[in-house]
Each structure stands twice: as C-alpha cells, then as structure tokens.
C-alpha cells in the first residue's frame, strides 16, 4: 500500500510539473503571439520562452560558456536559416535578424524602424543621447557633432598627440616589473585620446576622475535595470551621476572663464558644444551636451581599447602574421624622408596589411553582439511579419560568425580580407546606415597607431594566456590580459 501511494503521489507531482510547465511556457506565446489575431501566422519561426525571464537564461547561457555563439547557431539548428527569429529578450517580445539581408534592411530603414535600446542603455547614456533622440534631432546633432572625429582627413590633426601617449605608454608599461592589466591601461590611453579631442587642453584636468567611472557605467548597460544594491544597474546609475556632475563642473568652468583668452589653449568639442545655435537662435541645454559627452566618451575609448588588445592577442597567436605585420611597419619607415618625424597620414594609408589586421579582429571579435531597434509599424520581411511596437536585434555577431558569409569563421585568417570588399550588412563592428558609429574612424586610426609603435618595438608575454573568458558586457579574458610588456631589440 505504501508503495502504491508513493507511486501515486510521484505521479502526482510529476503531472503537476509537466502543466505547470506546459502552462507557464505558454504564457508570453498567448499574451504576445495570439493577440496578433490572424497576423500571428506569418510571425517567424522561434517561441517566446518563459514569462518575465523569456530566453534570457539561453542567452546568458550561452554568453557565460566558451562559444556564446552555440545561442545563435541553436535557432538556426532549430528552425533552419530563415535569417529572421523571434523571442523574448531583454524585458520585450523581440526578433531577431542575423543573415546580411535581414540586418541591412533594419539598419537601413529609418522611416519603419527606430532605436529600441533596452531601458537600462536609455537612462544610463541619457534622454539627450544619440541613443535616445527622434531621427530629425540625431542627423542634426551628428553633422554639428561628429566632423572633428569622421573621416581621416580631419584626424590627420591629432595623429602626434596620438602618438605622444603611445610612446609614452609604451615605455613606461615596458619599465614595469610588475605585469600590468593590459585591457585597462589599452584604455587608458584611448581615453586621454577622446578628452584630447572633446574638451581640449584642459583634459588632463578631468582624466583622473571621469576614467574610474566609465567601466562601471559600461557594465550596466546592458543590464537588467534593477536599482537595487549589488545589481550591475545600481552601480552603474551612481557612476553616470558622478561623471555627470564632472562634465557639468567642465561646462561651468567654461562659462566662467569665457572672456579669459590664454594662446596655448586648445578648444574641444564642448566648446563647439556650448556655441551651436538652432534655428531659432536657442542654444542647446546643458543636459545635451553633458548627454553627448558622456555618450561620446564612453564609445570613443572602449571600442579601440578592446580592438588593440585583441588585435596584439591575436598576432601573437599567429607569429607568421605578426612578422608580416612587422615587416610592413618596417618597410614604411624605410621609405620615409629621414627629416620626417613620427607618422603621416599617408604612412597610415600604406598599411595595407594592418588594415587587414583591423578588420579581422572587429569581425572575430565582434565587440556588440547587436544593435537594438524597434518597429515603427508592422513591417514584412523575407515573408515574415515584425509586429509594431516589438524590439528588433539586429545580431553582428551571428553574421561575423555565419559559415555562409564567413568561411571557417571561427579561425583568425586577415587574408581573407584581401581584394575583398563585404557586401551591405555582412560587415558590421560600427554598425550600419544612419546610425553608424561616428568614431569609427577615430577608433581605427588610433589602432593602426598603437600597433605600428608596438610591432617594431615591443612584443607582449601574456601571463595566463589561456585563462577564462567573458563576453558581456564586451568579450575580453576575465584578468584584462594580464600581461608583461617588453621592449625588443
């Protein structure tokens, strides 16, 4: 009798489970996919995953193993590469597009698809971010904002102050007996470069106290905006209120000492910042321009931070292409006139090989896995409905790791770029369209900056050089590359 009862009492519970399963799996398919009506049916293929969490936890999954590509790779499995998912991400119905076609359509697509950055990158970048503000107020601000950092031509001006830090950094890191993080003072440098630039001479005056901040700032962002002590979110906030009140004091000083003229002063973009005008002769508030800063800030020096440390990673992982890469540096000074100090924009653009470097690790790497959006209206893909109002995911990663774009993509092949030119939406480290990251440029020419100055003199001894991995909030080894930099003779 025991027996019988145990037998009916585990069956008991073994059917609850299997409702309660059925039943909560359910529930985000009938609040989202059946309120469609009869549109539900050209929805792509996917599910919606469990209430609240949806496919978060397969997504964390996969993005805390060794291959946060086995996510991506899982749908197409599942559901064949119809280049177009939908799912449940990030606290909203979503889809997914992760083929060349599918992402060049969103990106592309000002008019029927907007920003849809998740709540925590929209209160922690700002209301006045690019981030955040309509089409019309975007394309205004970047052609205001972005010329002093777009286009090589007009970098051109900064390449020795660039190469001072490089220098110097390497030098210094070089004296060291200690190994030193390598990641963290890579940012280091990219962040005295973006300061240079957006405050001016006065940079040095704010690096101390803004560089602290950024790295908890950058962690939140794509978080869970939970406000609540030991949450990434909660730390985040803080970091951006204090870095806020920094750029605010920068901006009060400005004012303070605008009739105080000094020779050797050198003028930044918030200074541009504080001038321009609207239509109507308004000024911009000040809750833009700190808005812009901090936006600016913090893409302009972890995108090239990361990209340097993973390029160096990676030519010492193929010791053939870092003696081409050498060799190419090498070469380049040959041919340069012996009065000539430091680099050129010319000597930049001879770097052919480097440049294929550059764009091997973007892509391998893939420093943002997405770009969020949102659909506007209903909109018809490739046959598939993206219903308004839901998120859509446009997944770099899954193009830069796709075998269809890609041969053998896992594997770290420069070559690959030669005579190469990627068709729209199969390339997309900065993103795409009108959206563009406007520091690209910038990020490059730091990049090709640092790796010049280091392939001729220094080589870098890796202390755990198979240690573990994270990939979010950017992929990188979990002791920032903790590393020895030695000079070579």
Known sequence: MDLDMLALLLAVLLGTYVFLFGFLKKINEWRYVSSLGEKKHSLPPGDMGWPIFGNMWSFLKAFRSKDPDTFIYNLVKRHGRTGVYKTYLFGSPSIIVSIPETCKKVLADDEQFGLGYPVSTKRLTGKKSFHSIPNSEHKRLRRLTTAPINGHEALAMYIGYIEEIVINSLDEWASMKEPIEFLNEMRKVAFKVITHIFVGSSAESILASVEKHYTDLNYGLKSAAINIPGFAFYKALKARNMLIEILQGVLDERRANSNIIESNE????????????????????????????????????????????????????????????????????????????????KDIREMNFLQKVIDETLRRTSLSFCNFREAKVDVYIDGYLIPKGWKVLVWNRAVHMDPEVYSSPKEYLPERWQNHKPKAGSFLPFGAGSRICPGADLAK???????????????????????????LPLPRPVDNCLAKVMKVE
Do not use: C
């Open 266 to 345: 050198k003028r930044g973009m918030i200074d541009l910042l504080m001038e321009i005008e609207d239509e109507n002769g308004q000024k911009l508030q000040d809750e833009y321009i700190t808005d812009l800063l901090l936006m600016f800030f913090l893409a302009g020096h972890e995108s090239s931070a990361h990209s340097a440390m993973w390029a160096v990673i990676y030519l010492h992982d193929h010791p053939e292409m870092m003696q081409m890469a050498k060799e190419e540096q090498e070469d380049i000074l040959k041919k340069r006139a012996r009065t000539q100090k430091g680099l050129t924009l």
């Open 445 to 471: 020419l730091e990049i090709s900056i640092f790796l010049h100055y280091f392939l001729l003199n220094y080589k870098l001894e890796q202390i755990n050089p198979e240690g573990p991995m994270v990939y």
